[in-house]
C-alpha cells in the first residue's frame, strides 16, 4: 500500500499541471486518479490509526505510540526523507546563528566543506537562472506558479544541504570519541576505545558519498571526490546510509579541510596516531 503511494501521488501532480496547462482530459480518468489517490490516502490514515490503538493496548504513551503507527505505516525511505529535509531546514537558522551542532566545549570541530562548497553555489546559481527561464518561458500561470513553487523549494533545500554541512562538522571529542558526518545525512560516533590508528592519508575514490569495500569493511566518506583522513577500528562499528540502509566499517576513510589538525587530537594512551 505504502508503495503505491509512490507511483499514485506523483501520477496525481502530473494529472494536475496537465489540467492547468489546458491538456483535455477524459472526465472518467480524473474521478478514477481522485478515487485512487483518495482510497490510499484513507487506507494510509486507517493503518496508522489501526497501529496507534495496538501501541497504547500494549502500554506504549501517546507520543511513542504514535511514532510507532507512523513507522509501522509510511515507508522508511518517505520518513527517512522528511527527517532529512527537518534537519536541514533547521541547520539553515543554525547557520544563520552562526552555531554548530554537537560541538560541546572542549571538543575539536573539524570542518570539511572545502572542496563542495564552489560546487554548491554553482548549482544554486543554475538553479536560479532555470527559475528565471521557466518565468519567462512559460505562459500559463497556474502551471507558472507550480513550477515556482518547485524551483524555490529546490533552492531553499540547496541551501538547506550546504547549511547542514557547515553547521555539522566532524567532532573529535575531549575523550578522544569521533563523530564523522556529512550534514544530516550521514553520523557515525567512534568511541574512543574502538580508535586504533589514524593517520592523514590523501585519496581521489571513485563513487557516490558513502563506499563500502564489503570484504575489507572499508567505509570511504567521499566529499569533493577525496578523502584525507584515515581511522583504523577494532571492531566493526555500524554506520546508517544517507537512505536508512545499514552497514558495518572496520576501516573509515573520510575528508576535513585540516586533516592534521583533527588526526592530532585523534589522542589516547592506548592509541597510536601518526601523522
Known amino acids: 500500500m505504502s508503495r503505491a ?22 472526465a472518467p480518468v480524473i474521478w478514477a486518479a481522485e478515487a485512487v489517490v483518495l482510497t490510499l490516502l484513507v487506507t494510509e490514515a ?38 532529512n529535509e527537518a534537519r536541514g531546514l533547521t541547520s539553515l537558522v543554525r547557520w544563520v546563528a552562526r552555531r554548530t551542532h554537537g560541538v560541546r566545549e572542549g571538543d ?23 527559475t528565471v527561464a521557466l518565468a519567462i518561458l512559460i505562459p500559463w500561470p497556474l502551471v507558472h506558479l507550480i513550477m515556482l513553487v518547485l524551483d524555490v523549494y529546490g533552492v531553499l533545500m540547496l541551501l ?7 553547521t555539522r562538522p566532524h567532532v573529535v571529542g575531549a575523550d578522544g570519541s569521533l563523530r564523522v558526518r556529512w550534514g544530516a545525512l550521514f553520523d557515525m560516533p567512534i568511541g574512543s576505545g574502538q580508535i586504533v590508528s589514524a593517520r592523514v592519508e590523501r585519496r ?3 563513487g557516490s558519498l558513502v563506499k563500502i569495500d564489503e570484504p575489507g569493511g572499508t567505509l570511504d566518506l567521499i566529499v569533493g571526490g577525496q578523502t584525507t583522513v584515515r581511522v583504523e577500528l577494532t571492531e566493526p562499528v555500524e554506520f546508517v ?3 536508512g540502509g545499514r552497514g558495518t566499517a572496520t576501516v573509515v576513510r573520510f575528508h576535513a579541510d585540516d586533516p592534521e589538525a583533527l588526526v592530532g587530537r585523534l589522542k589516547g594512551p592506548a592509541r597510536s596516531v601518526n601523522a
Not at 48 to 55: E, G, P, Q, S
Not at 57 to 76: Q, Y
Open 5 to 26: 503511494l509512490w507511483v499514485f501521488v506523483p501520477a496525481e501532480l502530473t494529472l494536475v499541471v496537465c489540467l492547468a496547462a489546458g491538456v483535455d482530459v477524459p
Open 241 to 243: 546510509r544517507p537512505m
Open 204 to 206: 581521489y575514490p571513485d
Open 160 to 166: 538547506a544541504l550546504h547549511a547542514s554541512c557547515v
Open 46 to 83: 486507517v493503518l496508522v490509526r489501526r497501529h496507534y490503538k495496538a501501541a497504547r493496548l500494549a502500554g506504549a504513551e501517546r507520543r511513542a505510540a504514535l511514532a510507532r503507527a507512523v513507522t509501522a505505516a509510511v515507508p522508511a525511505t518517505a520518513l527517512r526523507l522528511l527527517v
Open 108 to 130: 575539536l570541530a573539524a570542518p570539511y566543506t572545502g572542496p563542495q562548497t564552489a560546487m554548491m553555489y554553482g548549482f544554486l546559481f543554475v538553479s536560479v537562472v532555470e
